[in-house]
């Protein structure tokens, strides 16, 4: 499962040009760092038409009615929602980070699964057409050995080189489990926790105060 995440980068044009895409001037001037992304946000994706890549704004969760944030690799390919995308509108989400958590539902504290180096992410996703412009969902898959003691499922993370294949075809064997080395999980401050928070502190190494409670908690599909 993913259900926040992060892209802290100043620019994105330093995004795109680490997806080897292109990045229009006013998508550009869209963007802003975000350190708690949650569904239904305006975050940005890179998609291909076979000619060019390039990144484009797109909100998070098929469906306008009860966003589907996230397909299981698994059954990608059979499910109705998600088959056509699977087959035809492949995308990556960009990302520095994701968060899953741990501990007593009453003080449940997160813990920032990201690059050791501080580098990118490539998250495997799916986008579909939307009232407001294009949608996506995150593929997930089942946790490898540094996320599975806090969760049992982590979004497909696609190592750069085969960024190109994802997008030229379905490719279901890229659909696995981060390898070794790829993450490091990280407790960070429960700021977090709540979608009303989206700045630096986010990030900062956990505190010792009692959690901050979600006030917006939004009941979705998490797959």
């Given at each position: 499962?993913?259900?926040?995440?992060?892209?802290?980068?100043r620019e994105l044009?330093?995004?795109?040009?680490?997806?080897?895409?292109?990045?229009?001037?006013?998508?550009?001037?869209?963007?802003?760092?975000?350190?708690?992304?949650?569904?239904?946000?305006?975050?940005?994706?890179?998609?291909?038409?076979?000619?060019?890549?390039?990144?484009?704004?797109?909100?998070?969760?098929?469906?306008?009615?009860?966003?589907l944030?996230?397909?299981?690799?698994?059954?990608?390919?059979?499910?109705?929602?998600?088959?056509?995308?699977?087959?035809?509108?492949r995308c990556?989400?960009?990302a520095?980070g994701?968060?899953e958590?741990?501990?007593?539902?009453?003080?449940?504290?997160?813990i920032?699964?990201?690059?050791?180096?501080?580098?990118?992410?490539?998250?495997?996703?799916l986008?579909?057409?939307?009232?407001?412009?294009p949608?996506?969902?995150?593929?997930?898959?089942?946790?490898?050995?540094t996320?599975?003691?806090?969760?049992?499922?982590?979004?497909?993370?696609?190592?750069?080189?085969c960024?190109?294949?994802?997008?030229?075809?379905?490719?279901?064997?890229?659909?696995?489990?981060?390898?070794?080395?790829?993450l490091?999980?990280?407790?960070?401050?429960?700021?977090?926790?709540?979608v009303?928070?989206?700045?630096?502190?986010?990030?900062?190494?956990?505190?010792t105060?009692?959690p901050?409670?979600?006030?917006?908690?939004?009941?979705?599909?998490?797959?």
């Open positions: 499962m993913c259900g926040r995440f992060s892209l802290s980068k044009v330093e995004i795109a040009d680490w997806l080897e895409a292109e990045l229009a001037a006013e998508v550009a001037a869209q963007y802003r760092p975000r350190y708690n992304v949650a569904p239904t946000d305006l975050h940005f994706i890179a998609r291909s038409d076979g000619k060019r890549r390039v990144v484009l704004p797109a909100r998070w969760g098929f469906s306008d009615e009860k966003p944030i996230n397909a299981r690799a698994e059954s990608v390919a059979e499910k109705p929602s998600f088959r056509e995308a699977f087959a035809r509108r990556v989400v960009p520095d994701f968060f958590w741990t501990g007593d539902k009453k003080a449940r504290r997160p920032w699964f990201h690059p050791p180096d501080g580098g990118l992410l490539a998250f495997a996703g986008w579909e057409p939307g009232r407001d412009g949608r996506f969902t995150i593929l997930t898959t089942e946790a490898n050995a996320v599975a003691p806090v969760h049992d499922r982590m979004p497909v993370i696609l190592p750069p080189a960024i190109g294949e994802w997008l030229a075809a379905p490719r279901a064997e890229l659909l696995v489990p981060a390898a070794p080395g790829v490091l999980g990280t407790p960070v401050s429960s700021r977090v926790n709540s009303e928070h989206d700045d630096p502190a986010c990030l900062a190494p956990q505190e105060e009692e901050v409670e979600n006030p917006r908690d939004r009941q979705l599909k998490l797959l």
